[in-house]
């Protein structure tokens, strides 16, 4: 398969940035300014030109492939909902590959079992994936609403209805089973970031810095897009400052 497209621009220690179901610049264009002091890598996951469509859906392994490479440096990775499993499972095959992950509202339900909402979560996540435009109404609606696809009450922007369409046929999200020990054995410092929108997320969230043994760091404002919350960049950077010094892991 032909590779994937990685846009790099700035100077300084590489931030390798792994988009979910939104594009790069929606996702990470709040976070632009950090340029000047770190090369920020921006990942283009098959299907989101200028890389090539995938031979079937979006599917985390076959992200994981795609980013092994790109782990010789040993960047800082960065990555957000669907783009988080593939990360996680590049990270855990080679955790020195990796000099900090910084995790962003993941769909990693199977980590809170038993809780209904994140259950609702995984439901009609994977009804999406599976069935697209052809979904229940109402589950769709409530999906997009729920990782900050800009919906109204009225008919679905175009670019929404594309969205789902490149989407549809993906590997569900309840598939994915990350090797977390791996990675927490490593040592390699984590992040894990929500945007105080949703119980199921900032659940699955805990979750995860828990069993990573990470930060925790909660953000509102953004709904998903965390990355754009007032004092993401600032808590991000000095994450990423933390990582390079090898600072203590902090809470909060």
């Known amino acids: 398969m032909d590779g994937i497209t990685v846009v790099r621009e700035g100077s300084g220690p590489e931030v390798l940035l792994v988009h979910g179901g939104a594009g790069p610049r929606t996702t990470w264009g709040a976070i632009a300014p950090l340029a000047d002091r770190w090369t920020l890598a921006h990942?283009?996951?098959?299907?989101?030109?200028?890389?090539?469509?995938?031979?079937?859906?979006?599917?985390?392994?076959v992200d994981a492939r795609d980013l092994a490479p790109l782990l010789v440096d040993r960047p800082h990775v960065v990555a957000h909902s669907y783009g988080v499993l593939g990360a996680l499972i590049a990270a855990a095959a080679a955790p020195g590959g990796v000099r900090s992950l910084t995790l962003i509202e993941p769909p990693l339900n199977h980590?809170?079992?038993?809780?209904?909402?994140?259950?609702?979560?995984e439901r009609i996540g994977d009804a999406v994936l599976t069935h697209g435009m052809d979904v229940d109404p109402a589950d769709l609606r409530e999906f997009l609403h729920l990782v900050g696809a800009p919906i109204g009450d009225g008919p679905f922007p175009e670019s929404v209805i594309a969205g789902v369409r490149r989407a549809h046929g993906s590997r569900p999200t309840s598939e994915a089973r990350p090797r977390l020990d791996a990675i927490r054995d490593a040592g390699v410092p984590v992040l894990v970031a929500s945007g105080g929108h949703a119980a199921a997320f900032e659940r699955i969230c805990d979750a995860l810095a828990d069993a990573l043994g990470g930060e925790r760091s909660v953000h509102p404002g953004a709904g998903h897009f965390v990355a754009a919350a007032p004092g993401f960049t600032e808590r991000f950077e000095a994450f990423l400052r933390g990582s390079a010094a090898g600072g203590p892991r902090l809470r909060g």
């Open 43 to 61: 990942v283009h996951r098959r299907g989101y030109p200028p890389s090539p469509p995938p031979r079937a859906g979006q599917d985390f392994e």
């Open 111 to 121: 980590l809170v079992p038993g809780d209904p909402e994140v259950a609702r979560l």
